[in-house]
């Protein structure tokens, strides 16, 4: 089992850039591909980006490729959101997600643990 803690929200202005952090504790992060997801008030969850074990495939929402960019550090069981030129339409509650059982997965279902989650707001 793996727990996750999410850190580094807040509030932006447009334009501007955030880094999220998704630290692991209990079994180390890289028996797990990672993944983002967020969701705004009224909204469904939404996939954002994510992450194989090893790092070396990746993969983005339409919506926040190009300024988005997820990584991982193996070592200090850490996986990264970099958000960069963000909008008033990428406010929502981001969270950190682990799946064990898949090498590529990119809906809710097939992610296993998560987080918290950390707020992400966008003014215009």
């Known amino acids: 089992q793996v727990q996750l803690v999410e850190s580094g929200g807040g509030l932006v202005q447009a334009g501007g850039s955030l880094r999220l952090s998704c630290a692991a504790s209990?079994?180390?992060?890289?028996?797990?591909?990672m993944g983002w997801f967020r969701q705004a008030p009224g909204k469904e969850r939404e996939f954002v980006a994510r992450?194989?074990?090893?790092?070396?495939?990746?993969a983005y929402a339409d919506s926040v490729k190009g300024r988005f960019t997820i990584s991982r550090d193996n070592t200090n069981n850490t996986v990264y959101l970099q958000m960069n030129s963000l909008k008033p339409e990428d406010t929502a509650v981001y969270y950190c997600?682990?799946?064990?059982?898949?090498?590529?997965?990119?809906?809710?279902?097939?992610?296993?643990?998560w987080g918290q989650g950390t707020q992400v707001t966008v003014s215009s």
């Open positions: 209990g079994r180390t992060s890289s028996r797990y591909a």
């Open positions: 992450i194989t074990r090893s790092g070396g495939n990746t």
């Open positions: 997600a682990a799946s064990s059982g898949r090498s590529y997965p990119l809906t809710t279902g097939e992610y296993n643990y």
